[in-house]
């Protein structure tokens, strides 16, 4: 498959965004009072406990910020959409094109992505430093593997996502999946809280999911909570997830999709 074929995909990605932009307006609001909701529980910890879990309170509120701002770029609806699709026939449309069913996905997460980003990540992240007392990422060089540690996130969560649409195949409803998925990934991946505040035996076993390399890796990266090298240990490992999880996707779908029946018309 061509770039220019995956482009194209991120191309209608973007555009069917377009159709929404309004609700972004109002997710601006909601990140912020997730922002602000998380400021005061905190602080109030903290008054208590300061320097739980090797943070500060002003790293503490940044961690938070910066955590549902990148989440707001992340975050996507794949394996909600290739639910519906399964379950209203639309995905044999995809099913015609010469294109892998994950290219079709995956690739319109980018343009996504990129919506998100122009449309609710950055005007969040400029309300919210306004009002709260942001520190910037620790260096320039932390503030580069920042950013490609956020653009893995978006395909780490884009993978996820596929894998678990794909067993809406097999499934009458994932609704129960999706609720699983969605806790675990948000609590996991350090959103809700540092992974470094959890008890010694959940975070041997976190180390072991990429949950942790969706949120918690890019934050202590920006806070320079890992030196270069650390952070360039994690990124590879964070790109290994991405390779495996592509692999395993593929190969999920084409397992499941052996006796996929379609209905309707």
């Not at 809280?193 to 918690?216: Q, T």
Request: aromatic fraction near 14%; include cysteine.
């Amino acid at each position: 498959m061509s770039l220019a074929v995956a482009a194209e995909f991120a191309r209608v990605g973007f555009v069917n965004m377009l159709a929404f932009r309004l609700r972004y307006y109002t997710g601006i609001i909601t990140y912020f009072v997730n922002v602000t909701v998380y400021y005061f529980i905190w602080q109030a910890i903290f008054r208590a406990a300061p320097g739980l879990g090797g943070l500060n309170f002003p790293e503490m509120i940044t961690y938070v910020a910066v955590g549902w701002i990148i989440r707001s770029m992340y975050f996507n609806n794949i394996d909600v959409e290739m639910a519906s699709d399964i379950l209203e026939g639309k995905i044999v449309m995809t099913l015609i094109r010469p294109v892998g069913v994950q290219v079709s996905y995956v690739s319109r997460v980018w343009g996504e992505a990129l919506f998100r980003l122009v449309m609710l990540s950055l005007p969040s992240a400029a309300v919210i430093a306004m009002v709260f007392p942001l520190r910037p990422p620790a260096g320039a060089l932390h503030a580069a593997l920042f950013v490609v540690a956020a653009v893995g996130s978006v395909a780490l969560v884009a993978y996820l996502n596929f894998i678990v649409g794909c067993f809406a195949v097999r499934l009458k409803s994932i609704l129960g999946l999706l609720r699983a998925k969605f806790w675990m990934q948000d609590l996991l991946s350090g959103l809700l809280v540092p992974l470094s505040m959890f008890p010694p035996p959940l975070r041997a076993v976190s180390k072991w999911l990429p949950f942790e390399h969706i949120g918690y890796t890019p934050m202590m990266i920006y806070l320079g909570k890992l030196s270069l090298e650390e952070s360039v240990r994690a990124l590879g490992i964070m790109c290994a997830w991405i390779a495996g999880l592509a692999l395993f996707g593929r190969w999920l779908w084409e397992a499941m999709s052996r006796k996929l029946t379609v209905h309707g018309g």
